[in-house]
């Protein structure tokens, strides 16, 4: 931070009130940006007690923004140059406890204005403390933001939800609609920058998101507004939709909440609690997972629940079909959840003959998850139910990222591979935890919820007694109302001090790639794991349905991590060398990467069916397991390392990495048109 002090004669417009500054004192000079510089479009910042972020643009036309080049920034209050960052890509972060105002201007190339006379814009600082704060939708019609003028318990603080929309044409809006023209914006609270690949149809989600990761950090968010059809799942704050406010009786003055302290953000955004009294074991190997499964289907003696995403009929799905038929001709009640539409069966009149055959078995009742059909929406396509669950006798459950067949369940020293297999033959990495004590309660109860909104009767959960020492959150995340799976994962990334490891199949989120960028900022160290979603051997890709495809999918999963290793982190390309068996012609292989497991500090790591990409963080209803033990969670680093040991380390300047290197671009944001 550097402080230099100015004459004490003039008075800093960082200082005025809304409403009071004089135009010629906020306007650019020439040195800050040339004759007709625009002026910065910047939002009020939020002091999470640790930092603040700033995200600084310029208006565009009536309502429009764009990104700033790179600049240096210098905050400006009483006077004196309090700190100056340089932004990337228009953002950039400020220790907290400058105080309530500060004037922002880009950084003169000659260093010689006066800081009083060149601000460009001036911004309120928002801190934590007891005053209620109601968060609305700054894109609200204006007859909606009248009814948001009325609210007197609490302070309206409006949230500018959707980047593109400038900061200077939201606060016209709110001071048209008489309100205060306070005005922050999501991507800075959730780090989340433009949110090129999150679509307007979770706008909710991200306001529910920001008041709860506000809540965490201590801010009073009794309540929030929030725009569109869906109304999304909160905590402990109200929901409202504009015309619910005439209605709705708030907590007098006296009970409002009271400021929580800064909690663990896995306490407050994520929708889970801490469960004590567990045993835990956590695999990524095939077999393994195989032979559990297995064996806790056989061992079953009152009831089986088993979901899954997709199924097919071979040589894994054959046998735990016969298990499932076995337990259910011996009296286990035995219930079978299969996503309609990635099952093949019962949407756009498909047939999935392992499930046909499943359906039909004396003593196992079957349900599909929203099948599609000439009800369904576009948006059903993406909103599928993702999780992958097996719960015995409500002692023993397994959850992990595995779907029913040959690629997520066979070792890879069991299969004799040659050039001329299909890619569907060559096994996966996949991750999986099996789970004993009063976390398998909680995970029945994600089961549940799934079976009744498919169709099934509900059933009783008892409690699960004690079976271990280890902690455990079950976090449950349902497509189009919550982000509770990618809020886990952000809180393990941003809580690193030492290392974080990733194992990843699918394109990053551009949330959790920043997230990952900050931990390398702040010097943790970043190792990442990816693979290719069609397997390659040393002369190219197995062959196969939607081969090509997939192969081209692959840039665009290589092109997130780019980023990450343009800023020294450490990005693995998955390889299985050569071994007794395999055609030597082989080579050494390099199979997909299926497992969405992660580990940080050797203290707590997460598996479960939830991805690091936009449609786990957003559409599809996601199952994480976040296990807070660290003989555990050193062990799967142990295993992580063993992986990477026999993996291709990327390196950008690599002449293989770079042939790649313009595609990877051109794909780097294509997810964003997608996901509309």
């Not at 996949?430 to 109860?445: F, I, K, M, N, T």
Request: hydrophobic share 40%.
């Amino acid at each position: 931070m550097t402080t230099r002090r100015i004459s004490p004669s003039k008075f800093p417009p960082a200082n005025l009130p809304p409403g009071r500054r004089d135009p010629a004192l906020t306007r650019p000079l020439s040195a800050a940006g040339g004759e007709g510089a625009v002026t910065l479009d910047v939002p009020d910042l939020v002091d999470n007690g640790a930092f603040m972020c700033v995200r600084a643009g310029q208006a565009i036309g009536v309502r429009g923004r764009a990104a700033i080049a790179d600049h240096e920034l210098e905050f400006v209050r009483d006077g004196s140059v309090l700190a100056r960052a340089l932004s990337r890509d228009g953002e950039c972060e400020l220790p907290s406890g400058l105080g309530d105002w500060l004037g922002i201007r880009r950084r003169p190339e000659d260093g010689r204005a006066e800081p009083l006379v060149s601000v460009e814009a001036t911004v309120r600082v928002l801190s934590p403390g007891s005053q209620p704060r109601l968060l609305f939708d700054a894109g609200l019609p204006a007859r909606d933001l009248r009814l948001i003028r009325a609210v007197t318990w609490a302070d309206p603080i409006g949230v500018r939800v959707r980047s593109s929309h400038s900061c200077r044409w939201l606060r016209a809006k709110l001071r048209a609609a008489g309100l205060p023209p306070v005005l922050i914006d999501t991507g800075a609270v959730l780090g989340e920058g433009d949110a090129l690949d999150v679509s307007p149809l979770v706008d909710a989600v991200r306001l529910a998101r920001t008041a709860a990761r506000m809540r965490a950090y201590g801010f009073n968010v009794p309540a929030i507004v929030y725009r569109g059809a869906r109304e999304p799942s909160a905590g402990d704050f109200a929901t409202l939709r504009p015309a619910d406010l005439s209605n709705y009786t708030p907590p007098s003055a006296g009970l409002l909440p009271a400021a929580p302290s800064p909690a663990s953000r896995l306490d407050v955004t994520t929708g889970s609690e801490r469960i004590s009294g567990n045993r835990i074991e956590v695999e990524l190997d095939n077999s393994t997972a195989r032979q559990w499964l297995l064996d806790a289907i056989e061992s079953s003696q009152r009831r089986v629940h088993f979901q899954v995403y997709m199924a097919l009929d071979d040589d894994v799905g054959r046998p735990v079909e016969a298990a499932l038929a076995a337990a259910a001709a011996r009296g286990v009640t035995v219930r079978v959840l299969v996503d309609s539409l990635h099952g093949l069966h019962g949407s756009f009149g498909l047939r999935n003959p392992i499930l046909d055959r499943l359906s039909a078995r004396p003593g196992v009742e079957f349900r599909l998850g929203k099948p599609f059909g000439p009800d369904s929406s576009p948006e059903d396509l993406k909103q599928r139910d993702h999780r992958k669950l097996v719960v015995v006798d409500g002692r023993v459950a397994l959850l992990g990222g595995r779907n029913l067949s040959h690629e997520y369940y066979s070792g890879f020293h069991e299969v004799p591979l040659d050039p001329a297999m299909p890619w569907r033959m060559v096994p996966w990495l996949d991750a999986g935890a099996r789970v004993e004590g009063p976390a398998v309660a909680a995970l029945e109860r994600s089961f549940l919820g799934a079976w009744t909104e498919a169709g099934g009767e509900a059933f009783d959960i008892p409690d699960s007694p004690p079976a271990g020492a280890t902690a455990a959150r079950v976090v449950v995340h349902r497509g189009l109302r919550d982000a509770y799976a990618v809020e886990a994962q952000l809180a393990l990334i941003d809580t690193a001090r030492s290392h974080v490891y990733i194992v990843n199949g699918f394109p990053l989120l551009l949330e959790i790639q920043h997230a990952l960028l900050r931990a390398l900022r702040r010097g943790v160290r970043v190792r990442t794991l990816v693979g290719n979603l069609t397997p390659r051997h040393a002369h190219g890709p197995f062959q196969g349905p939607w081969a090509k495809v997939r192969t081209a999918w692959t840039s665009l999963v290589h092109s997130r991590m780019d980023p990450i290793v343009a800023a020294g982190g450490e990005c693995y390309e998955y390889v299985v060398p050569n071994r007794p068996g395999w055609d030597p012609a082989l080579g050494d292989i390099r199979p997909h990467v299926h497992a969405k497991a992660m580990s940080v500090d050797g203290r707590v790591c997460a598996v479960g069916s939830a991805n690091f990409d936009v449609t786990a963080a957003y559409w599809e209803s996601e199952l994480l397991l976040v296990v807070e033990d660290e003989a555990i969670a050193s062990a799967v680093e142990a295993t992580f390392d063993e992986l990477l040991a026999d993996s291709r380390r990327i390196d950008s300047a690599d002449p293989d990495w770079q042939l790649q290197a313009d595609l990877r671009r051109w794909m780097r944001y294509w997810p964003g048109v997608l996901s509309g």
